[in-house]
Each structure stands twice: as structure tokens, then as C-alpha cells.
């Protein structure tokens, strides 16, 4: 799978869009986008994933680079609640689950 | 209800006294994760599987072992714990959703202290 890279942390004032990008320069064509996010010492919480196009659900959206060498998070309306450690994580589909490295993420800091 | 389940959620245990993570899910997931998070370090893979009788190593197996006997189960096996495995042990879970991909689903953790 290749590797992420994420800076260490950010922050956002309350209500705002927070903007989270993701650089996977040696990301492959059958590769998938994968963003979970972790409130303090809970488990990992899927967000979203995309292989092309951006995606959008009601938690978040997924910008990827027409290259696809990087992608952004987007929380549209940041709360409180939204801090945490989100991961940037590229796989491949189906059938090849195998090895995955999720690194350290970066630390979304939300303030009032 | 959909979920992984790991027990204990708290141990403490003693130098060399062999102890047992278990993790169970409940939604058929053919493929199965044990993950430690220590501060700095983020989430690091110890062992995985693919499916039943199946297992291989992550980055950081060395002290434990796993089992796969049954898709449902996958246990965490520490035969001699040392005081650097104290750490917040995750187990996962997950089966595609979508053709090409996959997202896995977390237990609550298990956060283990060896003195």
C-alpha cells in the first residue's frame, strides 16, 4: 500500500470547515482513499473513501487530486466534537487486504 | 447489533504470566486485524488475518501470537509479557462494502499494563 503523508496537527474555530489534506504521491490506479478518525483513546471511526471522484456522506467530504497524488477532508461545519486524530490511509480493494499502516495522523484541534 | 468485541477492556498483569486478548465479531467479516497504539507512535499492525486458518505478520509481531480457528474469533496471545507491551491494543474487522473496497470496523480496546 503506499504511504501517507499527513502534517501533525491543525485547528479550526467552531463552525467553519475544517480542511485536512493527505499527500499519496506513489498512490496506484487501484488504490482507494481511506479517512477514519479517533476521539481520544476509542477506536478508529470510519469517515469516508473514494478511488476517483469526490465523495460526500453526511459526515465529511472527499476531495481527490485529478493526479490523485493527494486528497482533503472536508468536516463543512466543524464542532467540538470533531476533535480528534483523523488517518489518511491508501489500499487496495477487494481481495488484497493485507498489511495496512494508518502512521499517526494529524490532530484536528476545534475551538470554541 | 454490528460490532467487534474485545475482552479485557483493562487488564494489569505481571512480567511472564502468559495472558489472552480475545476478539470476537459478529458480521461474517472475512478479513481480521490486531493493531497497539503507544503515544508518538500512532497505530501500529501486529498480526492479521485473511481468513480462517490464515494469519501473517505486521510490523510489530514479535511477543505475540494469533490464532484464526474460527472466522468469528482471533484471539491475542501474549506466552510471556514484558513491561514494553504495555500499550492500547485495537482489533478490527472488515469485508468489502463495495466492489474494491473495504472498511474496517474498530473494537473499543483493550488497554494493557504489564509490571
Known amino acids: 500500500d503506499a504511504k501517507t503523508t499527513q502534517p501533525p496537527s491543525m485547528d479550526c474555530a467552531e463552525g467553519r470547515a475544517a480542511n485536512l489534506p493527505c499527500n499519496h504521491s506513489?498512490?496506484?490506479?487501484?488504490?482507494?482513499v481511506y479517512w477514519y478518525r479517533q476521539i481520544h483513546s476509542q477506536g478508529p471511526q470510519y469517515i469516508i473513501h473514494?478511488?476517483?471522484n469526490n465523495e460526500t456522506n453526511e459526515m465529511a467530504s472527499l476531495i481527490i487530486t485529478e493526479d490523485r497524488k493527494s486528497s482533503t477532508l472536508i468536516l463543512p461545519h466543524a464542532t467540538l466534537r470533531d476533535t480528534a486524530v483523523y488517518y489518511c490511509?491508501?489500499?487496495?480493494?477487494?481481495?488484497?487486504?493485507?498489511?495496512?499502516?494508518f502512521g499517526k495522523g494529524i490532530t484536528l484541534s476545534v475551538r470554541p | 447489533e454490528a460490532q467487534v468485541t474485545q475482552n479485557p477492556r483493562y487488564l494489569i498483569t505481571v512480567t511472564g504470566k502468559k495472558l489472552t486478548v480475545t476478539c470476537s465479531q459478529n458480521m461474517n467479516h472475512e478479513y481480521m486485524s490486531w493493531y497497539r497504539q503507544d503515544p508518538g507512535l500512532g497505530l501500529r499492525q501486529i498480526y492479521y488475518s485473511m481468513n480462517v486458518e490464515v494469519t501473517d505478520k505486521g510490523d510489530v509481531p514479535e511477543g505475540y501470537k494469533v490464532s484464526r480457528k474460527e472466522k468469528r474469533n482471533f484471539p491475542l496471545i501474549l506466552e510471556s509479557p514484558s513491561p514494553n507491551q504495555t500499550s492500547l491494543y485495537f482489533c478490527a474487522s472488515s469485508s468489502p462494502i463495495s466492489p474494491g473496497a473495504n472498511v474496517l470496523t474498530f473494537g473499543a480496546g483493550s488497554r494493557l499494563t504489564v509490571l
Open positions: 490511509i491508501v489500499r487496495v480493494g477487494t481481495g488484497a487486504n493485507s498489511k495496512l499502516t
Open positions: 473514494g478511488l476517483k
Open positions: 506513489t498512490i496506484s490506479g487501484n488504490e482507494y
